[in-house]
């Protein structure tokens, strides 16, 4: 059974930092994409960064130069640093694991992070 834990959400005042963390188990951690996605109250889940199998990372051009995506093979846990945070980043934030071929496709149950300003 696959399960996707995260864990380091939290309130913090705008321009603090957070680290998420998502743990991985029951799939072979190295060969998924491992993705963060985050959705705000009111709105649509949308794509924050992604950790690919073969190594290279991509961002969402509103959190590029404050975010960081980091994998742990080693422990299959993902990262998340978040720095220069600002209330529009108030939303819940979800780790995905995706398998780049045969497209299984897997959510954790999501963590807060709550900017105050």
């Known amino acids: 059974q696959v399960r996707l834990v995260e864990s380091g959400g939290g309130l913090v005042q705008a321009g603090g930092s957070l680290r998420l963390a998502c743990a991985a188990s029951?799939?072979?951690?190295?060969?998924?994409?491992m993705h963060w996605y985050r959705q705000a109250p009111g709105k649509g889940r949308e794509f924050v960064a992604v950790?690919?199998?073969?190594?290279?990372?991509s961002y969402a051009d509103s959190v590029k130069g404050r975010f960081t995506i980091s994998r742990d093979s080693a422990n299959r846990t993902i990262y998340l640093q978040m720095n220069s945070l600002e209330p529009e980043d108030t939303a819940t934030y979800y780790c995905?694991?995706?398998?780049?071929?045969?497209?299984?496709?897997?959510w954790g149950q999501g963590t807060q992070v709550t900017v105050s300003s």
């Open positions: 995905n694991a995706q398998h780049p071929i045969a497209m299984t496709n897997y």
């Open positions: 029951g799939l072979t951690f190295t060969m998924y994409d």
């Open positions: 950790s690919w199998s073969g190594g290279s990372t």
